[in-house]
């Protein structure tokens, strides 16, 4: 062969070669945004229903959201409390475990109020900042609307109440807490003399003290006066604010009766107990034992003392290795995170007040946790303005919801986020 044609022969056909892998590679980046969808990668949305109203244009400010519940504000203050709040760290794990995804997206549909809906569908109707569904460690889907990210720390609201019980159960099970029908005011002598202080740990655990209180949400009520009496600098805290509470309306664990009270005063048992900040027991005992892959914030109030009922901020993946610890029964990478009897205790229905159906409506109530009704076992964490974290121990299924709702509570459309529930079940379970 001709040398001058033998070396046009080789250059040509590595030219063609190179263009050919070229094209690929082009192929591949073109079909980036599709295959994250498609292997259950995390999603982006800059936007999200009704963005201008909270608050596109400024770039969602990180503002308080005030009495008023500015709604311009609430998608910069749910991903930002722990800059707009004192909180104490919640150290990650050491090392991170990490969560399997699956090959593709779940797809999923489900019926409400007669209308057939998606995931995506429900996305482009609900103010959702983040949503997360797992199932056994493994991510079938992962979104996140507003700008957020999977580095935004999610503000818990109430989920954090349910933290608070599993902590004592921990503190019980380390004989810090020698027993749950012990008084308040055995483990916190500040309290004594006081309506809180004479109640069992059992009662508050059940949000069942007896003790007159109202938490509707109009910054007015007595949850705003608890807020007030703990947070200002200056202020007395938390034992000061618990103790302005004394009038005992029913005999304690007879009725069920939702209040932030009860849980402020868990907490304040919880410290004293186990002479540990809660953020920092919080930490050794359940956060830097699951794999977390990020520091979580705990706010706290004038004294130093964490809030026990709310304010927990974390990432969205971080909820959900704490919702699947839940689903396996507080177990974790073969270690008992939480002892097993105290999960399905907390998670199960103790007395008829307690049950579905009765003083607390729809849902059922354990240790200060929701309970589904039906003949299986399944639970949800709860915060106002639509943060959850659904758990079925069965099929080891987790989804975890952070929102911007306008109400508080009682939305009339929240509904729709538990008949995608049920429809998760159905399919997955």
């Given at each position: 062969?001709?040398k001058?044609?033998?070396?046009f022969?080789?250059?040509?056909?590595?030219?063609?070669?190179?263009?050919?892998?070229?094209m690929?590679?082009?192929?591949?980046?073109?079909?980036?945004?599709?295959?994250?969808q498609a292997?259950?990668?995390p999603v982006?949305?800059?936007?999200?229903?009704?963005?201008e109203?909270?608050?596109?244009?400024?770039?969602?400010?990180?503002?308080?959201?005030g009495p008023?519940?500015i709604?311009r504000?609430?998608?910069?203050?749910?991903?930002?409390?722990?800059q707009?709040?004192?909180?104490?760290?919640?150290?990650?794990?050491?090392s991170?475990a990490?969560?399997a995804?699956?090959?593709?997206?779940?797809?999923?549909?489900?019926?409400?109020?007669?209308r057939?809906?998606?995931?995506p569908?429900?996305l482009?109707?609900?103010?959702?900042?983040?949503?997360?569904i797992?199932?056994d460690?493994t991510?079938?889907?992962?979104?996140y609307q507003?700008?957020?990210?999977?580095?935004?720390?999610?503000?818990?609201?109430s989920?954090?109440?349910?933290?608070?019980s599993?902590?004592?159960g921990?503190?019980?099970?380390?004989?810090?807490?020698r027993?749950i029908?012990?008084?308040?005011?055995t483990?916190?002598p500040a309290l004594?003399?006081?309506?809180?202080?004479?109640?069992?740990?059992?009662a508050l655990?059940?949000m069942?003290?007896g003790?007159?209180?109202?938490?509707?949400y109009d910054?007015?009520?007595?949850?705003?006066?608890?807020?007030?009496s703990?947070?200002?600098?200056?202020?007395?805290?938390?034992?000061?604010g618990?103790?302005?509470?004394?009038n005992?309306e029913?005999p304690?664990?007879?009725?069920?009766?939702?209040?932030?009270?009860?849980?402020?005063?868990?907490?304040?048992?919880?410290?004293?107990?186990t002479?540990?900040?809660m953020?920092?027991y919080?930490?050794?005992?359940?956060?830097?034992?699951?794999?977390?892959?990020?520091?979580?914030g705990?706010?706290v109030?004038?004294?130093?003392?964490?809030?026990?009922?709310?304010c927990l901020?974390?990432?969205?993946?971080?909820?959900?290795?704490?919702?699947?610890?839940?689903?396996?029964d507080?177990?974790?990478?073969?270690?008992?995170i939480?002892?097993?009897d105290?999960v399905?205790?907390?998670?199960?229905?103790?007395?008829?007040?307690?049950?579905p159906?009765?003083?607390?409506?729809?849902?059922?109530?354990?240790?200060?946790?929701?309970?589904?009704p039906?003949?299986?076992r399944?639970?949800?964490?709860?915060g106002?303005h639509?943060?959850?974290?659904?758990?079925?121990?069965?099929?080891?299924?987790?989804l975890?919801?952070?929102?911007?709702?306008?109400?508080p509570?009682?939305?009339?459309?929240?509904?729709?986020?538990?008949?995608?529930?049920?429809?998760?079940?159905?399919?997955?379970?």
């Amino acid at each position: 062969m001709d040398k001058k044609f033998f070396w046009f022969f080789l250059f040509t056909k590595r030219t063609a070669c190179l263009e050919f892998l070229l094209m690929k590679i082009l192929a591949l980046l073109a079909l980036l945004p599709s295959l994250a969808q498609a292997q259950a990668l995390p999603v982006f949305n800059p936007s999200g229903p009704d963005a201008e109203a909270y608050g596109a244009a400024e770039n969602y400010p990180v503002r308080f959201i005030g009495p008023n519940r500015i709604q311009r504000n609430l998608v910069g203050a749910f991903s930002h409390d722990d800059q707009l709040s004192r909180v104490h760290k919640v150290a990650k794990a050491p090392s991170v475990a990490a969560l399997a995804r699956a090959p593709t997206e779940i797809s999923l549909s489900y019926t409400y109020r007669g209308r057939t809906g998606t995931i995506p569908d429900y996305l482009s109707r609900h103010p959702a900042t983040g949503l997360l569904i797992l199932q056994d460690r493994t991510i079938l889907a992962e979104h996140y609307q507003y700008g957020r990210t999977d580095q935004d720390r999610f503000v818990s609201q109430s989920m954090a109440k349910t933290v608070t019980s599993m902590l004592v159960g921990i503190a019980v099970a380390e004989g810090k807490i020698r027993s749950i029908d012990d008084l308040a005011e055995t483990y916190v002598p500040a309290l004594a003399g006081s309506a809180v202080g004479a109640t069992p740990i059992r009662a508050l655990l059940h949000m069942a003290s007896g003790i007159a209180f109202k938490e509707v949400y109009d910054g007015h009520d007595d949850a705003a006066a608890l807020g007030a009496s703990m947070f200002p600098k200056g202020s007395g805290g938390a034992v000061q604010g618990v103790r302005m509470f004394n009038n005992r309306e029913t005999p304690p664990d007879t009725h069920w009766h939702y209040k932030g009270l009860d849980t402020v005063t868990l907490g304040l048992v919880l410290t004293a107990a186990t002479g540990m900040p809660m953020a920092e027991y919080l930490s050794s005992r359940i956060w830097s034992r699951i794999g977390t892959e990020s520091d979580a914030g705990w706010a706290v109030d004038a004294k130093d003392q964490e809030v026990a009922m709310c304010c927990l901020s974390a990432t969205l993946r971080d909820y959900g290795r704490l919702g699947a610890l839940l689903a396996h029964d507080g177990a974790w990478g073969g270690q008992q995170i939480i002892p097993a009897d105290w999960v399905r205790a907390a998670t199960s229905v103790a007395a008829p007040f307690l049950a579905p159906g009765k003083d607390a409506g729809f849902y059922g109530y354990g240790y200060q946790v929701w309970l589904l009704p039906g003949p299986r076992r399944q639970f949800v964490l709860l915060g106002i303005h639509g943060q959850a974290i659904y758990v079925d121990p069965t099929a080891k299924l987790v989804l975890v919801h952070s929102a911007v709702r306008k109400l508080p509570s009682r939305d009339p459309e929240a509904a729709e986020l538990g008949a995608l529930w049920r429809a998760l079940v159905a399919q997955q379970g």
